[in-house]
């Protein structure tokens, strides 16, 4: 059973176009080829039957780009490195929030990450990158590129457009950047970059044998809050184990793109393997169903929480994209780049380490615990957890510091983790 048979792409009724919170219901998926079954069944088979050997033959020729496709013509299934059908639909159904033309999902955020950069990268490249990031990028960029004659050259995010600027005046990164890889907002600070003046960047800097791709994490304000392609970014990338999955039971990664770039990316994968499982597939296409919901309670609880926050007398500065300053040039950009604040909160307490771990320890409803974008609000200390392995004093400089606690806000009642946060903050 080949997926193009499950292929039901209409995105209108009439001529009224069909919004993706709708098109997450049924996209990509025909229930009469599946017995009638109301959502895709899991097809848990590591290889599908060919009806002839010529036919496995024309799939093979597809797969490896043997030939061009017939007018009509779609690459059937073979194994499930390859393709299969849960991925196939999520994928289908992943482009909508972004306008992407086409996605590859895997196995984790940090194997999308890495087989991107893989994908486009080569000995003698440079990498760009705005920092902070998140700590296994970090160590990716700064500790395993290297091992492959890869050029890490980090910008901090707070600096604007004219950091990147200032770090392309040096010669031998100006002639050798091969891709710009933001963050933004930035993890756990919260700080924003300028996509569309990473992508002029980029234009500029691009020859015609050498084009410099731009490619942006989203985790952190996800599918609905930003949309990186439309601010001229190449490539978006996402933990999907975070709001994209947003039930803290499953980890996966997505790239997202235009149909050229995701096919090499996807060509890479298979090499790797760093596919997603068909399992990782299907649950991410329950998760889908409810994603507006979620992420929108989310982000209105995390409004309460942030105001509680930034009166408390115990609390030195909060990092929230709902609280900059409108006369702000980090305002304009927000305005310019962002559709709603997100659920990320970053602060400060009084004192240090010490009086964050006390705050910490006294949490009852947010749980303690890395990862974030889940329906539970959790906890959890930057510089001695998710960028523990960041050198100490870049963690500074980036301002990560050691009295700063980062949280991700849930759907719980927004009084209910209020009141938390307040008899926590009691026992500092």
């Known amino acids: 059973m080949s997926t193009t048979k499950h292929d039901s792409h209409s995105r209108t009724i009439g001529d009224k176009p069909l919004r993706p919170e709708s098109l997450m219901m049924g996209y990509g998926y025909r ?8 959502k895709p069944p899991l ?32 690459m059937g299934l073979i194994y499930s490195r390859l393709n299969n059908p849960d991925l196939e639909i999520l994928e289908d159904r992943l482009t909508l929030w972004d306008g992407a033309a086409a996605a590859a999902v895997f196995e984790s955020g940090m194997a999308a990450i890495s087989t991107t950069l893989l994908t486009f990268l080569t000995p003698g490249d440079v990498i760009l990158f705005s920092e902070p990031v998140y700590g296994g990028t970090d160590y990716l960029l700064k ?4 091992r492959f004659g890869i050029r890490p050259v ?11 600027e200032q770090a392309v005046m040096d010669s031998t990164v100006r002639q050798h950047v091969r891709m710009i890889y933001i963050e933004t907002p930035a993890n756990p600070t919260n700080a924003l970059v300028d996509i569309a003046a990473c992508a ?8 015609p044998d050498r084009q410099v791709v731009v490619a942006v994490d989203n985790t952190f304000l996800g599918p609905l809050w930003q949309h990186p392609l439309q601010h001229g970014a190449d490539i978006v990338i996402y933990s999907a ?3 994209i999955g947003g039930h803290s039971d499953l980890i996966a990664g997505v790239a997202l793109g235009s149909k050229s770039f995701v096919n090499q990316i996807k060509g890479f994968r298979t090499i790797l393997g760093t596919m997603a499982s068909p399992m990782t597939g299907w649950m991410l296409l329950r998760s889908l169903e409810t994603l507006k919901l979620r992420m929108t309670s989310q982000m209105k609880n995390a409004r309460y929480v942030a105001d509680f926050l930034a009166d408390h007398p115990k609390i030195e500065r909060v990092h929230y994209l709902g609280h900059l300053s409108p006369d702000s040039p980090e305002h304009a950009l927000y305005r310019r780049q962002c559709v709603a604040p997100g659920s990320m909160i970053s602060f400060e307490l009084v004192g240090g380490e010490r009086e964050a771990f006390r705050f910490l320890n006294a949490l009852q409803l947010f749980r303690l ?3 974030l974008g889940g329906t539970e609000s959790l906890a ?5 957890m998710t960028h523990s392995d960041v050198d100490p004093e870049e963690r500074i400089e980036m301002g990560i510091t050691a009295n700063m606690v980062r949280l991700s806000i849930g759907v719980e009642h927004p009084e209910d983790l209020i009141a938390d946060l307040e008899q926590a903050l009691a026992a500092v």
């Open 31 to 38: 229930p009469e080829l599946s017995e009638g079954s109301i």
């Open 43 to 74: 097809f848990l088979t590591s290889t599908f039957v060919f009806n002839t050997a010529e036919e496995g033959k024309a799939f093979f020729e597809l797969a490896y780009g043997l030939r061009k496709k017939d007018p009509g013509e779609e």
């Open 143 to 146: 500790h395993i590129l290297p």
């Open 154 to 164: 980090g910008v901090l995010a707070n600096g604007g457009a004219a950091a990147f």
């Open 200 to 207: 002029e960047l980029a234009r500029r800097l691009s020859q």
């Open 241 to 243: 184990t975070k709001y």
């Open 369 to 371: 615990a890395v990862s």
């Open 380 to 384: 959890e200390h930057p510089a001695s």
